[in-house]
């Protein structure tokens, strides 16, 4: 009997997380479309879908997830020599019947707006300690290890913050990142996850935090027209959860 060998072909790895929380999204219904078609992805478990032998095309797919909005991710292969693409996907929680927990809305239209984005002022857990510019390596304390690909450093004195993205974590109480922080930093600055809002083609933006019973403060971060905007924001107080340019 002639022998067959079947091969299968890793091209792309999508991490579905919660942008309000960073946690995986599990145990939810979950669709993949590519120009309005249902594309296959196996699902892996803890929030991970692979697609395998695929034409690796650059492409856009949207995701359908129960309890969130639809989210879009665009894939380039290019001339990468990467053997697959990994993309952590962040997803917004709905409201409603079909609403996971309590939340807060920060939306409306604001011409000329590209991305949003906040972080939670009141958190603490993480201390930067040091930064070793040569190494790309900082070092803080408190908290648990860097597990999510980029975080933002919170300086409190000016009421902003630089994000950063993780390329290693060494242990932890230090991580090795891909670019050199370029902000002045005390030890006072706080390393924060980020809350990731959303900006449609027409200017729409959306933005949503957990309403867990506690103080809602953040500190939000937009881009318009090439400007970036801080403004602290009581998640509590609907008029303060207005942008404008």
């Not at 969130?68 to 929680?93: C, F, H, M, N, W």
């Not at 927990?101 to 939670?120: C, K, Q, R, W």
């Not at 803080?140 to 390329?167: M, P």
């Not at 027409?202 to 403004?231: A, E």
């Amino acid at each position: 009997m002639e022998a067959f060998e079947v091969k299968h072909r890793l091209d792309l790895v999508i991490r579905l997380m919660d942008t309000t929380t960073g946690n995986a999204i599990t145990g939810k219904s979950v669709q993949f479309q590519k120009h309005g078609e249902r594309i296959h992805f196996v699902n892996k478990g803890n929030g991970t879908y692979i697609l395998m032998n695929s034409d690796r095309s650059d492409a856009q797919y949207e995701i359908f997830v129960d309890g969130y909005e639809p989210g879009t991710v665009s894939v380039a292969y290019g001339e990468s020599r990467k053997p697959y693409q990994t993309e952590d996907i962040y997803l917004i929680p709905t409201m409603g019947k079909y609403s996971l927990s309590d939340v807060l809305t920060m939306e409306g239209t604001l011409e000329g707006i590209e991305s949003l984005e906040a972080i939670d002022i009141t958190s603490s857990d993480r201390m930067i300690s040091s930064f070793d510019k040569k190494k790309l390596l900082i070092s803080y304390y408190g908290g648990t290890d860097l597990i999510e690909k980029e975080y933002a450093l919170f300086h409190r004195e000016t009421s902003d913050f630089e994000v950063f993205q993780v390329r290693k974590v060494v242990d932890k109480a230090s991580a090795v990142i891909k670019k050199p922080l370029e902000m002045p930093y005390t030890v006072k600055d706080s390393i924060v996850r980020i809350v990731k809002g959303k900006v449609l083609p027409d200017n729409r933006y959306l933005l949503r935090i957990r309403d867990d019973g506690q103080k809602v403060k953040y500190l939000v971060r937009y881009v318009v027209n090439g400007m970036v905007h801080f403004k602290q924001v009581d998640f509590r107080n609907e008029e303060e959860r207005k942008l404008e340019a």
